[in-house]
């Protein structure tokens, strides 16, 4: 560390070259959700180098991501069609619980009836 401006500096300053082999297993193991550490230390890159890659990465996409936002009326519709998909099973499920419910019952009876 310098005393006047107390920049720091490493001893053995050999600046080591990241290959494309590496960032490529880099950029496959970002996809598999696995921690940072545990690609550093597979990829055998500084977390340091990582996390600026990372950022680099990010950097670089669009803005949009180029995403193609449905209008309202579409996203309202969709809506819609899912909701009566939904309202039907829900009456399918409701007509059958009744059924279960009826039999179940007539079996509570007889068997109190014959007990």
Not at 96 to 110: C, E, F, N, P
Request: with cysteine; net charge positive.
């Amino acid at each position: 560390m310098c005393k006047d401006c107390g920049h720091q500096f490493v001893v053995d300053n050999t600046k080591k070259v990241i290959n494309q082999a590496q960032k490529g297993i880099s950029n496959k193991l970002l996809l598999e959700k696995i921690s940072l550490a545990g690609i550093s230390r597979v990829v055998e890159v500084s977390q340091v180098w990582l996390g600026d890659y990372i950022s680099d990465l990010y950097a670089s996409q669009p803005d949009d991501l180029h995403a193609q936002v449905p209008t309202k009326e579409a996203m309202q519709a969709h809506l819609e069609d899912r909701f009566d998909e939904h309202i039907y099973r829900i009456e399918a499920l409701k007509k059958t619980l009744h059924r279960l419910s009826l039999r179940l019952h007539g079996k509570i009876l007889r068997h109190l009836t014959t007990s």
